[in-house]
Nanobody, 121 residues
C-alpha cells in the first residue's frame, strides 16, 4: 500500500505565502518524478510544477518566479513554496508521484487527496 498525503493548504490574503507538503508512505522502493497539480472550480486540472529525482524542475508559466518546488528524497517528501499569491491561485492542489513499490517491476502513478488553497482578502 502506498499513500500520498498533502498538507499546508489554507486561507491566505493576496500577496501572502503558503508552503505545501506531500509525504509519500508505504511500501516504497523508489520515487521518480513528482508533481504538483491544481484544479480550480469549473476548470480542468493543470500541472503547476514538476521535479525529477535528480532535482530538475519545471513550472507553469503562471507560477514562474512565485512558486518553488523541492523534494527531500531521503524523507520521500515534496514541497511547494508559494509566494506572492493571487486570487487566481485558488484551487485544490494535488501531488502526484511515480512510485516503484518493493517487489514490483514497474512504476505506478499515485495521487494525493488534495489540499484546498484559497487566496482572498
Amino acid at each position: 500500500q502506498v499513500r500520498l498525503a498533502e498538507s499546508g493548504g489554507g486561507l491566505v490574503q493576496p500577496g501572502g505565502s503558503l508552503r505545501l507538503s506531500c509525504a509519500a508512505s508505504g511500501n516504497i522502493f523508489r520515487i521518480n518524478a513528482m508533481d504538483w497539480y491544481r484544479q480550480a472550480p469549473g476548470k480542468q486540472r493543470e500541472l503547476v510544477a514538476a521535479i525529477t529525482s535528480g532535482g530538475s524542475t519545471d513550472y507553469a508559466d503562471s507560477v514562474k518566479g512565485r512558486f518553488t518546488i523541492s523534494r527531500d528524497n531521503a524523507g520521500n517528501t515534496m514541497y511547494l513554496q508559494m509566494n506572492s499569491l493571487i486570487p487566481e491561485d485558488t484551487a485544490v492542489y494535488y501531488c502526484r508521484a511515480d512510485i516503484l513499490r518493493r517487489g514490483s517491476w514497474s512504476f505506478t502513478a499515485y495521487w494525493g487527496q488534495g489540499t484546498q488553497v484559497t487566496v482572498s482578502s
